[in-house]
């Protein structure tokens, strides 16, 4: 059974940085297209940036371009969010998914097959 596992969430200032990880077990995931979506209160799940199965391809919300960079570890289950010059309205639950299906990098959260529980960012203001 595939399981996603996120961490690295926290309550962080306006201006800094946090980096989020996704470790997945359970497949193989040579071939997963993976990616980041966050849902903050009374708001619905939104796409924050996804990356194909090799990492050559990468798509962003233009809330985030320019400030989030998403990648993925050396080991192929691993996959990482580096978050810089947050600002309070990037304040959410952050989820990471995977889709055994796709290679490309998707925007759109019904195309995902798999998800994990969530990691809480904070930021104040």
């Known amino acids: 059974q595939v399981q996603l596992v996120e961490s690295g969430g926290g309550l962080v200032q306006a201006g800094g940085s946090v980096r989020l990880s996704c470790v997945a077990s359970?497949?193989?995931?040579?071939?997963?297209?993976m990616g980041w979506f966050r849902q903050a209160p009374g708001k619905e799940r939104e796409f924050v940036a996804a990356?194909?199965?090799?990492?050559?391809?990468?798509r962003y919300a233009d809330a985030v371009k320019g400030r989030f960079t998403i990648s993925r570890g050396n080991a192929k289950n691993t996959l990482l969010l580096q978050m810089t010059s947050l600002k309070p309205e990037d304040t959410a639950n952050y989820y990471c998914?995977?889709?055994?299906?796709?290679?490309?990098?998707?925007?759109?959260?019904?195309?995902?097959?798999?998800w994990g529980q969530g990691t809480q960012v904070t930021v104040s203001s």
């Open positions: 998914a995977a889709d055994p299906f796709s290679l490309n990098p998707m925007i759109e959260a019904g195309e995902y097959e798999y």
């Open positions: 359970g497949g193989t995931f040579n071939n997963f297209a």
């Open positions: 990356i194909s199965w090799s990492g050559r391809t990468t």
